[in-house]
DNA sequence: CGCGTTTGACCAGCGC
DNA sequence: GCGCTGGTCAAACGCG
């Protein structure tokens, strides 16, 4: 990697540094300027051969050091994009492996197996409750439903961070829905409910909401089908809702189809990820597809920044780093 | 009064 | 065939 465009400035900007005895006064400070012009001005050249010589080696010695800096600073940056192509490759590999068992198994022909891969996906994106929310792409699922109703269902979800306290089933999504069931279902204690889109009459597409049965802060919304009309609002609500918001304590983060769809099967290169951060921020306006890729990235430099806080190496240095740039100007 | 929600009944698929 | 389960329907209800 090219290092050239690294700037190994910590940008201090430091001023000399002087104790507190030296506060002197302006008059006093002039006065010893003075003498040392004076005494400087009283050297020979020889002297002043000497100082130039010395002067250019500290300048070399500063030079080798950032140098030295710099090379170290590319390593790390070197190191870590390999860390972060490994954790690509991993994620990607998990999917994989994920959607070969998906393949092989009969299981998922069952009807209760869909409420358990709701787990199972949650337990592989989210392993602990520091992570936000995610969705897959699934049309896969399809496999598990009646064959006969639902032949090109789409399917994707979508996790929604909320309250565990919040029994309210309500995903905001930006479109309407109208709720026309709901069902406490065998292998989950929360009721799971189901809406269908009431914004187009003709709309096919319907949503079921349920809380996480291994953590009741997650609501998990499952969409089947696409929508046949535009989006209701030209600025959808598929947002990061604040939590500070006592009433819609929502925070829905989706990602990028991890998927086990077929249709990411079909693309002839696997999905990458850029390390452009686009943070959600409240009435942002985006897609679906959107606000997946965007939460994925976010996920991923935090596993990124998590991992460089975490590691000696990079936090030694970069105390190193400054105590050496303060030494220096001191 | 219109609209959305609630909730018990009903239907269909699946396993035993 | 029976029971279990998820999904859907529709009457009752509440709210603005």
Redesign the pocket.
């Known amino acids: 990697m090219d290092s050239t465009w690294v700037n190994t400035s910590l940008g201090l900007n430091l001023v000399p540094l002087c104790s507190a005895d030296d506060h002197q006064a302006p008059a006093t400070m002039q006065h010893e300027l003075e003498r040392d012009y004076a005494q400087f001005q009283g050297n020979n050249a020889l002297v002043k051969e000497e100082q130039v010589a010395s002067h250019h080696d500290v300048l070399a010695e500063e030079l080798n050091r950032i140098s030295v800096e710099n090379k170290k600073l590319t390593e790390m940056l070197t190191a870590l994009c390999e860390n972060y192509n490994s954790l690509q490759s991993h994620v990607r590999e998990l999917m994989i492996t994920k959607q070969q068992q998906n393949n092989s198994s009969d299981i998922y022909?069952?009807?209760?197996a869909?409420?358990e891969d709701y787990n199972n996906v949650i337990g592989l994106i989210s392993p602990g409750t520091n992570t936000d929310t995610c969705s897959i792409s699934d049309d896969q699922e399809n496999s598990c439903k009646?064959?006969?109703e639902h032949t090109n269902l789409k399917i994707s979800r979508v996790y929604v961070r909320t309250d565990a306290s919040d029994t309210r089933l309500i995903v905001k999504d930006g479109y309407?829905?109208?709720?026309?069931?709901?069902?406490?279902?065998?292998?989950n204690p929360s009721p799971?409910?189901?809406y269908k889109c009431?914004f187009a009459p003709s709309c096919p597409v319907?949503k079921?909401v349920q809380k996480s049965a291994e953590n009741p802060c997650v609501l998990v919304a499952t969409y089947e089908g696409e929508h046949n009309h535009m989006h209701p609002e030209s600025r959808a609500e598929v947002t990061l809702i604040a939590p500070v918001s006592p009433n819609q304590n929502q925070q829905l983060i989706t990602s990028t189809p991890l998927s086990v769809s077929p249709s990411m099967a079909k693309r002839s290169a696997p999905p990458t990820f850029s390390c452009d951060i686009n943070r959600i921020s409240p009435n942002t306006t985006m897609c679906p597809q959107e606000t997946e890729a965007a939460a994925f990235q976010q996920f991923l430099i935090q596993q990124m920044a998590s991992s460089l806080t975490k590691d000696p190496n990079f936090t030694s240095a970069l105390a190193a780093a400054i105590s050496g740039r303060i030494s220096d100007h001191s």
């Open positions: 022909r069952k009807r209760k869909g409420s009646r064959p006969k309407q829905w109208r709720k026309y069931g709901q069902k406490v279902t065998r292998d799971r409910a189901y009431s319907k079921k």
